[in-house]
């Protein structure tokens, strides 16, 4: 049964880094579909004194807080934009087979999504912060986009510039692409979640077809894709980080429900190879009372503070660091 219990809660914690998820990452609509509220009717009792107690009651203590096992810890969740069924030029120097030089048009995967996750044992709050992937930082005095730096540089440089964004050090990442995604939510019966606008969009290039309707639906792993790739806000990247973010919550809350636990191995054995993650199986059986706490804490999104700006040309989101380290310096 224990066996069963962590594979089953290695499934949960891999299901729910993809979302990056991931990502963009990154707009709490699902909030609206998935929060049950509990609000009991208040009646005001006034007494006089003719009615009130002479007697002295005993106050009873509030009742304690359950123990957690686990210690918090801050995870990257990186949503990829790696289509191997779309394109066939990654790695394209490796594949050369002509006579000559080799053609330098290999195709780079970045970070299109990227979610920075923080489960908070001490405040008892899953803490979600969209990262947008054209952040500005520095690379060796040159500027560059942050979901560039995941191409570039590599997952552990990429966290480096994540910890100096929010002043936290990030303990784990996990990233996973967008394919991938879809296989995992086919696996687990799919994901309600309510569509926060129409969306259509056809891209013949990339054999893309996205057409969803406004409205709580069940995804499949399809239209889950449809709606991750999904990129014709009016109000471009935040909005696509806020439906991000939001999937991946619902993602998180059905993972997190007990029922999975006799799937656990068919779940294990469908996404293991779909993810690149240093959080290992021993971090996991440490953590287990903590994630599962998911629906005991608060879930809170917060927006990372910067501009829209243009530099050199290129359009940058423009971080405001200190802002943003005086916002996170509360969960330290």
């Known amino acids: 049964m224990l066996s069963a219990l962590r594979n089953f809660l290695l499934t949960f ?28 009717e208040s009646v005001d009792e006034t007494y006089t004194t003719e009615t009130l107690p002479t007697e002295e009651t005993e106050e ?21 934009d790696y289509q191997p069924d779309k394109f066939n030029d990654y790695n394209y120097e490796e594949k050369w087979t002509g006579s000559g030089f080799p053609d330098k048009r290999s195709r780079k995967v970045s970070a299109d999504l990227l979610v920075f996750l923080r489960v908070d044992k001490e405040n008892r709050k899953f ?13 060796d005095g040159i500027s560059m986009k942050l979901g560039d730096v995941y191409a570039e540089r ?5 966290c ?11 303990d784990y990442y996990a990233s996973l692409d967008v394919g991938s995604i879809a296989s995992v939510v086919d696996k687990i019966g799919g994901v309600s979640y309510y569509i926060p606008e129409d969306m259509k969009y056809e891209d013949p290039d990339q054999d893309l077809v996205i057409d969803l309707k406004k409205g709580t639906t069940m995804l499949d792993g399809d239209k889950a894709e449809q709606l991750l790739r999904y990129v014709g806000y009016s109000n471009g990247a935040s909005s696509r980080l806020s439906t991000a973010i939001g999937f991946l919550q ?43 706490s998911y629906s005991k804490f608060e879930s809170t999104i917060v927006s990372y503070p910067g501009s829209n ?17 005086d916002m996170f310096e509360s969960y330290k």
């Open 250 to 292: 619902a993602m998180i809350a059905k993972f997190t429900n007990i029922t999975y636990l006799t799937k656990a191995p068919e779940l294990y054995k469908s996404v293991a190879d779909y993810f690149d993650t240093n959080f290992t199986a021993d971090d996991l059986v440490n953590n287990l009372d903590l994630i599962f």
């Open 160 to 170: 480096g510039k994540v910890s100096g964004l929010t002043g936290l050090e990030i």
């Open 309 to 325: 700006k243009v530099t050199d040309g290129v359009n940058y989101f423009e971080p405001s660091t200190s802002s943003a380290h």
């Open 60 to 80: 009873t203590a509030p009742p304690e807080e359950d123990e957690i096992e686990g210690e918090t810890f801050n995870i990257l969740l990186i949503g990829t």
């Open 13 to 40: 914690l891999i299901a729910t880094v993809i979302f990056g998820t991931i990502a963009y990452f990154v707009v709490g609509f699902v909030l609206d579909t998935l929060a049950v509220t509990i609000s009991a």
């Open 127 to 139: 803490v979600f912060c969209g990262l947008p992937s054209n952040t500005r930082v520095l690379v």
């Open 154 to 158: 590599g997952v552990e440089y990429l």
